[in-house]
């Protein structure tokens, strides 16, 4: 079945430093690729998405490439900000599925200032 | 313009009790997903419905759970028999048509449910 990894959580950072947050995924045709967001006492949202391979989604100066060879889309910052605090979760829909999402188990960022 | 809306946001009820959770999806929307976020399991899908077609309850975790949606607007879930398993924050999600996997879908507030 269809599948998604996250990298073991929390992690904390302070502000300015380097994020990478590791997906990978399982899934049988040609997923589309998506992170979402949760900020504290929010809802969750779309951060970014990308719908074939080599396709680079991008948002608020976050960045993640599909990458069909890894079956991977790891999530980067440069320099991330306090308000990047959220709890981060990657998710795929699969060719067939009725564009369910099947989500991996998220993880906290905490920024430091 | 309004998002997906859910009511109640909170809700406490006692073990064997039947609860109705209401979403209210973007309107236009021909697409609607419920999802359960819990501490055990992560996000889990449970029931998608689109236009007039026969809904997917592939991810319904028992029979005591069940979903409608008229008039192809706001849908209700339904728990019968509350345990307290069932705890857990249930996530009403819309989309313009859920026929295309590169659909994004907008995600309700919640609601959070307390099986005592």
């Known amino acids: 079945g269809n599948s998604v990894t996250q990298m073991e959580g929390p992690v904390t950072l302070s502000e300015e430093a380097f994020l990478t947050i590791n997906c990978t995924y399982t899934?049988?045709?040609?997923?589309?690729l998506f992170w979402y967001v949760q900020y504290p006492g929010e809802g969750l949202q779309l951060l970014l998405k990308a719908t074939k391979a080599d396709d680079k989604g991008s948002n608020k100066g976050f960045e993640a490439t599909y990458r069909k060879e890894t079956t991977s889309f790891h999530l980067e910052k440069g320099s991330v900000q306090v308000s990047d605090s959220a709890v981060y979760f990657c998710a795929l829909t699969a060719t067939g599925a009725n564009s369910k999402l099947t989500f991996g188990k998220g993880i906290t960022l905490s920024v430091r200032p | 313009g309004a998002g997906v809306s859910q009511s109640p946001s909170n809700k406490v009820t006692e073990k064997g009790k039947d609860v109705e959770l209401r979403c209210d999806p973007i309107s236009g929307h021909t697409a609607l997903y419920w999802y359960r976020q819990s501490l055990g399991q992560g996000l889990e899908f449970l029931i998608y419905f689109q236009g007039n077609s026969a809904p997917d309850k592939s991810g319904l975790p028992s029979d005591r759970f069940s979903a409608e949606r008229t008039g192809g607007s706001v849908s209700t879930l339904t728990i019968q028999r509350t345990q307290q398993e069932d705890s857990a924050v249930y996530l009403c999600a819309s989309s313009s048509s859920g026929r295309a996997e590169s659909d994004t879908q907008y995600f309700g507030p919640g609601t959070r449910l307390t099986v005592l």
């Open positions: 899934a049988t045709g040609y997923p589309s």
